[in-house]
């Protein structure tokens, strides 16, 4: 498999540390709000290639935290008048409700920052006594990029262009020794949680949290560290600081970023004010339709948020499902068709197979790997209506669906459920009930019934077939 890799700004074959096995660790929510589509991005991104990874025989290791101290979650828990914990509690929660909606599968690992604080004070110690890391005297302890001359590798800034990598206590903050100095722990002020370190009462900076959760949970050197693209400056880059000056080997040999998810051209986001949370999108479409449509994007493309895109991927993935329920029929009905077209139909089923693979291979491009998928669809279908191929040439094609849908993490069987609602079939079953008494009034009311709640119902040789109107 070809990732690209933001630190050589190539695409690279994929070779992991042990052979294999795939350590992975990717950036996961600060869990102070419902998340929006543009964080959904990366979980759908990173859980796809976990799911990929491990549909090519990897043993996949994969670490998601969550960010569960920092500025606005001390803000949110001061507005709501509750603590910092029950804000953290609280959107974990929520969280679960909409990353398991998106069947984004749990992590190995998923460790609040909070729970990791032994692990952070040891990179702190460490940095310090290099002397790497300074105190500021009544503020924190700060990382001195001076001492680094690697400073820039991933973001390819050299150091003399960085404007503060430190972000949240200012650039010009006089204290600093270097404009691009990051607090790693930040000394308490009154009415914050804090934790005792050797410097001091306070609580760790956001970057050193990853480096922390990565050493404890996966160790020094990892094979893939994702993340949204605008994590690479400066929280990737200070997250290859801490960790590689002082555990003095590599952190991560292959950095993958997905793009943004933009709306009217710009990026979707909190501080625009132009967001979408997931909770929001799904009182109008479903989470499948919602996974589905960020995966129709190559993950370093943006992507265009717009109901009518939305509406697009829930015909399109209708279109698939309606696909695998005419297969799941006829594999279910008496009738057999001959084999006449059993050939044509292997052959293009495996070639649909064969380039999905090819085009996953190729840096998990989602985008053409879905259109292998219609193409199969496509074949399915006309093998299906020309009656020419056999039940075992079916049970291929919708085996090979279900199979590659599922590696996308698209449930076909959970859709079909879905589609056809339960009263429906109930109905259905009432009126072969009555057609067999020969109560053809009885079934003529109940069809009529079936159509006014916006369903056909259609008597075929392997039974009654049921669709959407
Ligand atoms: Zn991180």
Redesign the pocket.
């Known amino acids: 498999m070809k990732l690209f890799n933001t630190l050589t700004r190539y695409k690279e074959d994929f070779k992991p540390i042990t052979e294999g096995h795939v350590k992975m660790y990717a950036?996961g929510p600060t869990v102070y709000n419902y998340f929006h589509l543009g964080n959904a991005r990366p979980f759908v991104t990173f859980d796809t290639l976990r799911r990929y990874l491990e549909y090519r025989g990897y043993e996949v290791e994969f670490c998601q935290?969550f960010t569960d101290i920092d500025d606005k979650m001390i803000n949110r828990a001061k507005e709501e008048g509750v603590t910092v914990k029950d804000i953290a509690d609280k959107y974990i929660a929520e969280y679960y409700v909409d990353a398991d909606g998106l069947n984004c599968l749990r992590p190995t690992y998923q460790p609040r920052a909070t729970e990791s604080i032994d692990a952070i004070i040891g990179i702190v110690q460490a940095l310090y006594d290099k002397g790497i890391a300074y105190v500021i005297e009544g503020d924190g302890v700060y990382y001195d990029v001076s001492k680094d001359e690697h400073y820039g590798k991933l973001s390819h800034y050299k150091l003399d262009e960085l404007v503060a990598g430190g972000g949240e206590r200012g650039a010009s903050y006089e204290g600093k020794k270097n404009p691009g100095d990051f607090a790693i722990w930040k000394f308490k002020k009154e009415g914050e949680p804090f934790w005792d370190s050797p410097w001091g009462e306070g609580r760790p900076g956001?970057?050193i949290?990853?480096s922390a959760m990565i050493k404890k949970h996966l160790g020094d050197t990892i094979d893939i560290h994702g993340?949204g693209q605008d994590?690479i400056f400066p929280?990737?880059e200070n997250?290859i600081a801490q960790s590689e000056c002082a555990n003095g080997c590599t952190l991560a040999n292959y950095w993958v970023h997905n793009a943004f998810v933009n709306v009217d051209g710009e990026k979707m986001s909190k501080s625009l004010g132009n967001f979408f949370t997931i909770r929001d999108i799904v009182a109008h479409f479903p989470y499948p339709v919602i996974r589905f449509f960020i995966l129709t994007g190559h993950y370093r493309m943006p992507i265009n948020f717009s109901d009518e895109l939305l509406r697009a991927a829930q015909t399109s993935l209708q279109r698939i499902s309606t696909c695998a329920a005419n297969l799941k029929f006829n594999l279910e009905g008496d009738a057999e068709g001959d084999d006449s077209a059993d050939e044509e139909l292997i052959k293009a089923v495996e070639e649909s197979k064969n380039s999905f693979i090819a085009h996953m291979d190729d840096d998990l491009n989602t985008a053409d790997a879905i259109t292998d998928i219609f193409g199969l669809v496509k074949t399915a279908n006309t093998a299906v209506s020309s009656g020419k191929a056999s039940k075992a040439a079916l049970k291929q094609a919708y085996d090979t669906l279900l199979e590659i849908t599922g590696v996308l993490g698209i449930e076909l069987s959970a859709e079909e459920d879905n589609g056809i609602p339960a009263e429906i079939t109930e109905l259905v079953e009432q009126r072969a009930a009555a057609k067999k008494n020969k109560d053809f009034a009885e079934a003529d009311r109940i069809r009529d019934l079936i159509t006014s709640k916006g369903y056909s119902v259609k008597d075929t040789p392997q039974g009654p077939q049921v669709e959407k109107l």
């Open positions: 950036c935290n956001w970057h949290e990853c993340g994590l929280h990737h997250e």
